[in-house]
């Protein structure tokens, strides 16, 4: 028996099934349509902005970086370009490993290389490149470039090199730059000068190089590369050309700077050379000293350890961070003191036996042999340390220090280089707040004595002392010293002077300054220096 179909009802349902998906599609248009008109219509600005920072990529150019030089013009630090194997590790298809042993086939790399490869990639992110080796040589550009499309995050480029041609000499006062590390890239992320630093892999790590940043560096440059989707470039859009960064001219004449250094030998210690009319800095010398050329690319471990565990601490700045007990050069300024204050004659005389006594403590002179009777030029001349345990006993420790204070003794002097060291200028009030128990708090007479002869508790820089001797042979007229004497503009040439800032003087008598003076000029003569001074030509 066949069955008969309504065949009204199956028209109906045909007719609601293809009401509901007509609704659906129209719905799905509706939301294409709305979708469409958001996207094109109400936020058309920020994708067309969008759109074109995809299709256009800013590519920054790094400066060329100041030259350094001495006052006579001789180059200090300069710039030289070359080509480095560069790897970025997350463009690597194989290990790190197997591509650094593959190139080595191509390219020298000894374990120098590897070991500071290593201590970079420690220090950047993933998708940095970093240098495997530098300095490439014609031959082993050639090979590697034959061999490229085996070694995809591979890639040599050609950049600038900072070279120190005199090598150790005045590497302290010079010092290096370096490739920025993760701290100092965050700080520079942070600072008004972020975009100038785009792209900047080296800055500016101790010494001028560090204090003088800003001058150096330069401003960076630009180039807009159209750029297609797969992120390679098509072509250049436009072109920022960067400003090199500008020149320093030192007040440093590097030949006498050389010849300190040559005289030190392999001994330690520090020299500042200070014209006093000025406060140029004419020699500044820590001994012993380091080749900052080893730390521009990136410093190798066994070079670093070399330097960093020597007993006799090259990396030391002793010039300006290192503090000592001056000893005898200190009687001078303490004899100034006691003559401004009228606690001293010129010809006052005491006699020098051999020792001093105080509170049943005997106090030794370091000549050995009793002076006999002596005066102030004769205390300078001999080196009498009797003569100044007695003018620290009158004077006391407080009034030193009230004194002594204004020459810049114990406290910074302000020179253009960074990391500058206090010392110590001792006082009763320092010594309050320099220790906790009550017992060690107390300034006990005893300890002014040594005081008078530059040691106790007295530690300053060879920079404060030399500071301090320009200020007494100037006659009281005191400046900041200065190693920088202008700075040249790269782009107009034109040379800014840097003058030491000149502070006020010290109201000294004429008379007074006179008598010490040549009472120093007496210890190269016929003093404690006569042997040194014999026969020089000057």
Known sequence: MTELKD???????????????????????G????????????????????????????????????????????????????????????????????????????VAIDIKD???????????????????????????????????????????????????????????VIGFIGRVNQAEARALADSDDAANYNGADHIGKEGLEKSYEKQLHGTTGYEEVEVSAGGRAVRTLSRTAPVSGNNLR????????????????????????IEPATGDVLAFVSKPSFDPNLFVEGIDPVSWDTLNN????????????????????????????????GKRRPEQVIYDQGFFMFGGHRFRDSN???????????????????????????????????????FGFGRKTGIDIDGEVTGLLPSTEWKRRAYRKPEQQ???????????????????????????TATLVAGGQRFK??????????????????????????????????LITKAMYGVTQEGTSTRVFMGAGY
């Not at 007040?251 to 030190?264: G, P, V, W």
């Not at 002793?318 to 100034?336: D, N, Q, V």
Request: charged share 25%; net charge positive.
């Open 114 to 172: 590897r070991k500071r490869f290593r201590h970079l990639l420690e220090e950047s992110k993933r998708f940095e490149s970093v240098p495997l080796r530098t300095r490439l040589t014609d031959e082993e550009v050639a090979r590697f470039s034959a061999q490229h499309f085996r070694f995809p995050g591979v890639e040599i480029q050609a950049r600038l090199f900072r070279q120190y041609p005199l090598g150790e000499v005045a590497s302290h």
């Open 310 to 341: 020597d007993p006799d601490k090259p990396l030391l700045n002793r010039a300006l961070r290192g503090t000592y007990p001056i000893g005898s050069t200190y009687k001078p300024f303490l004899a100034l003191a006691a003559l401004e204050l």
């Open 481 to 514: 010293p200065r190693l920088v004497s202008d700075i040249e503009d790269i782009v107009t040439r034109e040379r800014k002077r840097v003058a030491s800032d000149a502070l006020e003087p010290l109201p000294f008598k004429r008379e007074h300054v006179e």
């Open 368 to 406: 050995k042999v009793p002076l006999g009777p002596v005066d102030m030029h004769k205390s300078i001349v001999k080196s009498s340390d009797i003569y100044y345990y007695q003018v620290a006993n009158d004077l006391g420790v407080d009034l030193m220090y009230e004194q002594l204070l204004p």
């Open 7 to 29: 065949n009204q009802l199956e028209l109906h349902k045909f007719r609601l099934r293809l009401t509901v998906l007509g609704g659906l599609v129209f719905l799905c248009f």
């Open 442 to 468: 107390k300034w006990y007479a005893g300890e002014t004595i040594s005081l008078g002869i530059g040691q106790g508790y007295n530690n300053f820089t060879a920079l404060q002392l030399a500071t301090a």
């Open 31 to 106: 939301l294409l349509l709305a979708r469409f008109i958001w996207l094109q219509v109400v936020k058309h600005e920020d994708y067309a902005v969008k759109a074109e920072d995809n299709r256009i990529s800013l590519v920054p150019i790094q400066p060329n970086r100041g030259l350094i030089v001495d006052r006579n013009g001789v180059l200090l630090a300069r710039n030289y370009s070359a080509f480095t194997l560069e790897i970025t590790p997350s463009k690597l298809t194989g290990t790190l490993d197997e591509t650094i042993d593959a190139l080595s086939k191509l």
């Open 250 to 273: 030192l007040s440093l004449d590097i030949r006498l700077q050389e010849a300190i250094e040559k005289a030190f030998g392999d001994r330690r210690g520090a020299l500042i050379a």
